[in-house]
C-alpha cells in the first residue's frame, strides 16, 4: 500500500513535470507521435500497429480511448499513471508477459479493458487492482494458468469476461466473489476436466456460460450450480459421454444448449427433460445410434434442433418429436437427410441391378430399408403430396451443409429401421390456424405403415397415436420389440405436463 503510495505521488509529479514541459514547448497539452492519430476534439488516441515496444506517455493526459493494439509492448509498468480519464484501453496483440502490480489503479473510470492477445501467464492479487468501473475484460488468447482468489475483489462492475484460449484447469472458490454483476463468462478453449462449480456459485446473474472446447468428461449431479438467470450454455467440442438427470436441473431459464461434439452415446433424454424454456438444442457430432420415442421429452419450446453429423446413426423413431411442437429448423433438415438418403438408395439398388442377374438380387441385401414409396411430401406447397423420392434437388432447397452432413451418414453402413412420413419445414408464412402448424409439424410422428394411401389434403382428421406405433414384427432392434403401448398423456408417464400453466401448450396431435 505504502508502496502504491509514493509510486503513485512519484508518476504524478513526473507527468506534471513533463506536461509543463510540452505546454511550454508547443502551446499543447499534449503532442500526437508520428506513429498514432490523435483525434483529441473527441479524446480518442490510436497507435495500433505501429511498432511501439513502450506505452506512449506524451499523449493527452485526458484521453478517453487509447488504442495501442498490435505493437511490440512487453511490460506496462508505470505506463498508465498519466491517464486518468480512460474509458477505453486497447492492448490487445501485444508481448506482455505480466501485468505486474497495480498498473491500473489510476483507471477508476476505465470500462473496457482489451487484453487479449498477448503472453499473460498469471493474474495476481493486484494485477488488475482499482479497475472498480470495468464492465467489460478481456484476456482471451493469453497463456493464463493461475488466477489469484482475490484478483478480481475490485471489479464490482464487471459484466462480461473473456477468459478464452488458456491454459486455465480450475478456478478458486470466490474468485467471482465481487462480481455480482457478471452476465457472460467465457471459458471456451482451455483444459477445464469438469466444471469450475465453486467458482460459479456466485455468479447468480449469470446469462452466457462458455466452456467449449475442454476436456470436461461428465456433468454429474450438483457440478452445475443454481444459475437460475443461465440463458446461453455452450458445452461443445467436449469429451462428455455423461450427464447426470439432475446435471443440468438447476438452469430454469436455459433457452441454448450446445452439446455438439462430445462423447454422448445415449440421447441424454432425462437430463433434458426439465429444461423446460430449451428453444435451441445443438447435438450435432455426437456417437448416438437411436433416437427414442419422445427423445425430446417436455421441449415443448424446441424450435432449433441439430442432430447432423451423427455418424453411428441407425434409428429415429417416429415418436421421437412428439413434444416438440414448435420444431422448425431442424425438420427441414431431417427432410434433406431422407431426400439424400432416398437417392443413395436409387443409385444403390440401380446398380445391384446392373450388376446383379435377378436371381442373385434376392440374395443382395441392401444395408438400407427403406419404403419409398410410402414418403409422402407435406410440403412446400408445389411438391406438397408427392413422393419424396420423386422430389428434385432445386425443389428440395437444401443447403450445403446439409448435404455435407448428410453424405457422411449414408456412407456409414446402417439400417433405417424407422421413418414415418416426411417432414416439412415451414418458412415464416402469414397467419395460418394454429392447427395446421401443430399438424405439420406432427407429421414427424406420422407412421408411414396403417395408410397405404397419400394424405388426403384439406381433411384434418384427428387420431391415435397408438394406432401409429410400429408394430412388433417390424421392430429390426430387439430392445424394441418389448416397448411397452405409449400414451404421452396417461398415468405413469412425465408429469411435466402438468407444470405447464397455459393449456395451449399442451401438444395437440393432428394429422392432415
Ligand atoms: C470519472 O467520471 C466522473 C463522472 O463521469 C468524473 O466526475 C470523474 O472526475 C472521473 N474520474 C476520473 C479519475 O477521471
Ligand atoms: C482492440 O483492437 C483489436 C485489433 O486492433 C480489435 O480487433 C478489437 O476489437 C479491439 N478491442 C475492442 C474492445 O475494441
Ligand atoms: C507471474 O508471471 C510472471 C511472468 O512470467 C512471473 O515473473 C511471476 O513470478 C509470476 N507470479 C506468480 C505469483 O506466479
Ligand atoms: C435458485 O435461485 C433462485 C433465484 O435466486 C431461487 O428462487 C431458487 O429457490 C434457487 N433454487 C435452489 C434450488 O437453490
Ligand atoms: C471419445 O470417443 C472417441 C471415439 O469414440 C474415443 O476414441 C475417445 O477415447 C473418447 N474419449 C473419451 C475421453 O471418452
Ligand atoms: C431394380 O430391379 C427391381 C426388380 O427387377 C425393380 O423393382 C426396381 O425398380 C429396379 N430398380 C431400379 C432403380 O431400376
Known amino acids: 500500500m505504502e508502496d502504491d503510495k509514493i509510486h503513485s505521488m512519484w508518476w504524478r509529479a513526473v507527468s506534471t513535470v513533463l506536461v509543463l514541459v510540452m505546454m511550454g514547448s508547443n502551446g499543447h497539452a499534449a503532442i500526437c507521435p508520428s506513429a498514432c492519430r490523435c483525434e483529441n476534439d473527441i479524446l480518442k488516441t490510436s497507435c495500433a500497429s505501429a511498432s511501439l515496444e513502450f506505452v506512449p506517455i506524451q499523449l493527452n493526459p485526458e484521453l478517453h480511448e487509447l488504442d495501442i493494439s498490435n505493437n511490440k509492448i512487453v511490460q506496462i509498468h508505470f505506463s498508465f499513471p498519466f491517464y486518468e480519464n480512460l474509458l477505453n484501453l486497447n492492448l490487445s496483440h501485444n508481448r506482455i508477459k505480466t501485468l505486474g502490480n497495480s498498473n491500473f489503479n489510476s483507471q477508476k473510470n476505465l470500462t473496457r479493458l482489451d487484453l487479449s492477445h498477448n503472453q499473460i501467464e498469471n493474474l495476481t492479487r493486484d494485477s488488475l487492482k482499482g479497475l472498480k468501473a470495468l464492465t467489460y475484460l478481456d484476456l482471451s488468447s493469453n497463456s493464463l494458468e493461475e488466477i489469484n482468489p482475490a484478483a478480481f475483489r475490485e471489479l464490482h462492475s464487471l459484466s462480461v469476461l473473456k477468459f478464452g484460449g488458456n491454459k486455465l484447469i480450475h478456478l478458486e472458490e470466490g474468485l467471482f466473489r465481487a462480481c455480482k454483476n457478471l452476465k457472460e463468462l467465457y471459458l471456451n478453449d482451455n483444459q477445464f476436466l469438469e466444471l469450475p462449480t465453486a467458482a460459479l456459485t456466485d455468479t447468480v446473474h449469470l446469462r452466457l456460460l462458455s466452456l467449449s472446447q475442454n476436456l470436461i468428461l461428465t456433468v454429474e449431479d450438483g457440478d452445475m450450480p443454481n444459475l437460475s438467470e443461465l440463458q446461453t450454455l455452450l458445452l461443445d467440442s467436449n469429451v462428455i459421454s455423461e450427464i447426470h438427470p439432475d446435471g443440468l436441473s438447476?438452469?430454469?431459464?436455459?433457452?441454448?444448449?450446445?452439446?455438439?461434439?462430445?462423447?454422448?452415446?445415449a440421447m441424454p433424454t432425462a437430463?433434458?427433460?426439465?429444461?423446460?424454456?430449451?428453444?435451441?438444442?445443438?447435438?450435432?457430432?455426437?456417437?448416438?445410434?437411436?433416437?427414442?420415442?419422445?427423445?425430446?421429452?417436455?421441449?415443448?419450446?424446441?424450435?432449433?434442433?441439430?442432430?447432423?453429423?451423427?455418424?453411428?446413426?441407425?434409428?429415429?423413431?417416429?415418436?421421437?418429436?412428439?413434444?416438440?411442437?414448435?420444431l422448425e429448423k431442424n425438420t427441414h433438415g431431417l427432410q434433406c437427410w431422407l431426400w439424400q438418403l432416398i437417392q443413395e438408395h436409387k443409385a444403390r439398388s440401380l446398380k445391384l441391378n446392373e450388376t446383379y442377374s435377378e436371381k442373385k438380387m434376392k440374395t443382395v441385401t441392401l444395408d438400407l430399408i427403406l419404403d419409398v414409396n410410402d414418403i409422402f411430401c407435406y410440403g412446400p406447397e408445389d411438391i406438397e403430396g408427392e413422393l419424396l423420392a420423386d422430389a428434385t434437388k432445386s425443389q428440395m432447397d437444401c443447403s450445403v451443409s446439409w448435404m455435407a452432413a448428410v453424405s457422411v451418414t449414408v456412407t456409414v453402413t446402417f439400417i433405417l429401421a424407422v421413418i414415418g412420413g416426411v417432414l416439412y419445414w415451414a418458412p415464416k408464412r402469414r397467419s395460418r390456424p394454429i392447427k395446421k402448424e401443430i399438424s405439420e409439424i406432427q407429421d414427424t410422428i406420422r407412421r408411414n405403415m396403417p395408410p397405404p394411401t397419400p394424405p388426403r389434403k384439406n381433411e384434418p382428421y384427428e387420431v391415435q397415436v397408438e394406432k401409429y406405433i410400429l408394430p412388433p414384427h417390424m421392430m429390426i432392434q430387439n430392445d424394441y420389440r418389448s416397448l411397452p403401448s405409449w400414451d404421452p398423456y396417461g398415468a405413469g408417464t412425465v408429469n411435466i405436463y402438468e407444470q405447464l400453466n397455459e393449456p395451449r401448450d399442451r401438444p395437440h396431435i393432428v394429422y392432415v
Do not use: E
Open 250 to 265: 438447476s438452469l430454469t431459464a436455459l433457452s441454448h444448449l450446445d452439446l455438439s461434439d462430445n462423447n454422448i452415446t
Open 271 to 326: 437430463s433434458l427433460a426439465k429444461l423446460s424454456s430449451l428453444t435451441t438444442l445443438r447435438l450435432s457430432g455426437n456417437y448416438i445410434s437411436h433416437i427414442l420415442p419422445v427423445a425430446f421429452r417436455g421441449l415443448f419450446h424446441l424450435r432449433v434442433l441439430k442432430i447432423d453429423r451423427l455418424d453411428t446413426l441407425k434409428q429415429i423413431d417416429s415418436r421421437a418429436f412428439v413434444d416438440n411442437i414448435k
